[in-house]
C-alpha cells in the first residue's frame, strides 16, 4: 500500500510566518546526554507500568541518543482518518535500551514495538495498519480511529538523520521526507515522491521567563516541563542558579542576556519581574525582535505610562501590538502556578492561533 502525503499541516498567520508542528527538541543534538526511558532488557515488547517515554514530544533527542549506540527504528503516522489521540507526524523512536514517544492511547505501541525490533533485525520497512481494513483486528482502537504507520530503520551515519539533527541543533527548520527505504531532508519545503511522505520540523520553542520571584520560577519551571528550552534571566541575580530542572539561567544586564539567549520567532518572553527599570529594558529588546509572544505581569492601572514610556523610547505601534498585559490567560487565579499556567497557556494559544487570545489584548 503505498502513502502519499504532506504532514503535518502548515498555515501562515498574520504576519506571515509559517506555523507548523512545534515539537519539542531537547540537548542530545548539543552533545548533553538525555536518556527519554530506557529498560534493563528489550529481549520481549516492552510494557512499562508508566508509560513516561510518551511525555517527550520531539523524537529528535531520542533518535540522537539511539543513533550514539547503533541503528534506530523510527514509526511515524503518515495517515489518520476519523480522528484519534495523536495526529499525523506524531512519532516514536525505538533504539537499543531506548523507548520514547507514543501514536496511541496505549491502543497499538506494544505491537507497533514488535514490529519496530524486527524492522531493527532485517531492515525491511513496515507500513502497519491499525482500525479499518487492519490484518490484525483484534487489537481494537478505542476511539474508532484508522491509523497507518511506517517504520524504518535509520542508521547511525544516515545523512537524512544527520542533517535533522544538524539543523535542529541551529534552530532551523527541517522537512523530512521518506518512503521507508529513501529518505531526505531538507530546509524548505518540496512535493513528497511517489510513496513518500512529508514531516515538517520546528526548532524546539523556546521560553524566556525574566524575574525572580515565585511567579517567575513557576513560569519557568512549568515551562520546561511543558517542553520549552527555557530561561531564567535575573539580572544581578544570584551567583547559584535556581533549582529548577531542566531550565538554563543567565544574570547578565537585561539587553545583554536576551541577545546572547537569542529572540527568534519559535522564542516566547514572560517577564515577571518587580523591577520597572529591568522590565523597561525588556520591552526594548523583545518587542521589536522576532519573537512573536511577549508578556508583562503587572498591574492593569499602571499599564498607560509604562506603555507610554515604551513608545516614547522608540516603539512602534505594530511593536506594542505583540504586547499581552496583564500578561496570561484570564483564569482568575493569582498564586504563582496558577499564573503559570495561564502564561503558558497563552504562549500555547499564541503558537497555535487560538481564539482565547482576544480577551487580553492591550488597550493602550
Known amino acids: 500500500m503505498d502513502i502519499a502525503i504532506r504532514a503535518p499541516k502548515t498555515t501562515t498567520d498574520a504576519n506571515g510566518t509559517r506555523q507548523g508542528l512545534n515539537i519539542r527538541f531537547l540537548e542530545p543534538c548539543r552533545g548533553v546526554k538525555v536518556e527519554p526511558m530506557t529498560t534493563d532488557r528489550f529481549d520481549a515488547v516492552s510494557a512499562p507500568a508508566w508509560p513516561m517515554h510518551g511525555m517527550v514530544e520531539d523524537a529528535r533527542p531520542a533518535l540522537s541518543t539511539a543513533l550514539s549506540r547503533g541503528p534506530a527504528a523510527l514509526a511515524t503516522i503518515t495517515h489518520l482518518g476519523g480522528g484519534g489521540p495523536r495526529p499525523v507526524g506524531a512519532q516514536m523512536v525505538f533504539g537499543e535500551k531506548l523507548l520514547s514517544g507514543f501514536l496511541s492511547g496505549g491502543c497499538i505501541e506494544a505491537d507497533v514495538e514488535g514490529h519496530a525490533r524486527a524492522c531493527l533485525e532485517d531492515g525491511v520497512p513496515r507500513r502497519l495498519v491499525y482500525g479499518e481494513g487492519s490484518p490484525w483486528p483484534d487489537i481494537r482502537l478505542l476511539c474508532g480511529a484508522r491509523i497507518e504507520i511506517l517504520v524504518e530503520r535509520i542508521e547511525p551515519d544516515d545523512p537524512a538523520a544527520r542533517t535533522l539533527l544538524d539543523l535542529a541543533a541551529a534552530r532551523a527548520p527541517a522537512f523530512w521526507l521518506s518512503d521507508g527505504e529513501k529518505r531526505l531532508c531538507v530546509e524548505e519545503p518540496q512535493a513528497p515522491w511517489a510513496g513518500a511522505f512529508e514531516r515538517a520540523f520546528d526548532p524546539m520553542p523556546r521560553l524566556v521567563v525574566l524575574g525572580g520571584d515565585p511567579t517567575a520560577l513557576a513560569t519557568a519551571s512549568l515551562g520546561a516541563q511543558a517542553g520549552f528550552e527555557t530561561w531564567l534571566v535575573r539580572s544581578k541575580g544570584p551567583t547559584t542558579p535556581p533549582p529548577l530542572p531542566g531550565v538554563a539561567y543567565r544574570r547578565e544586564p537585561v539587553a545583554e ?53 515604551a513608545r516614547a523610547a522608540g516603539l512602534t505601534e505594530r511593536d506594542l501590538a505583540k504586547l499581552r498585559a496583564p500578561i496570561g490567560l484570564d483564569l482568575g487565579g493569582k498564586a ?25 489584548v492591550v488597550e493602550a
Do not use: K, N
Not at 497563552?346 to 487580553?360: C, D, K, N, V, Y
Open 257 to 309: 542576556a536576551l541577545s546572547a539567549i537569542g529572540l527568534d520567532r519559535w522564542t516566547a518572553v514572560a517577564i515577571c519581574g518587580h523591577d520597572l527599570e529591568h522590565d523597561h529594558e525588556a520591552l526594548m529588546a523583545a518587542l521589536p525582535s522576532p519573537a512573536p509572544y511577549v508578556g508583562l505581569l503587572g498591574a492593569r492601572r499602571r499599564l498607560p505610562e509604562r506603555i507610554d514610556r
Open 336 to 360: 504563582p502556578f496558577e499564573v503559570a499556567v495561564a502564561v503558558i497557556g497563552e504562549i500555547m494559544a499564541t503558537r497555535h492561533g487560538q481564539p482565547a487570545l482576544e480577551r487580553r
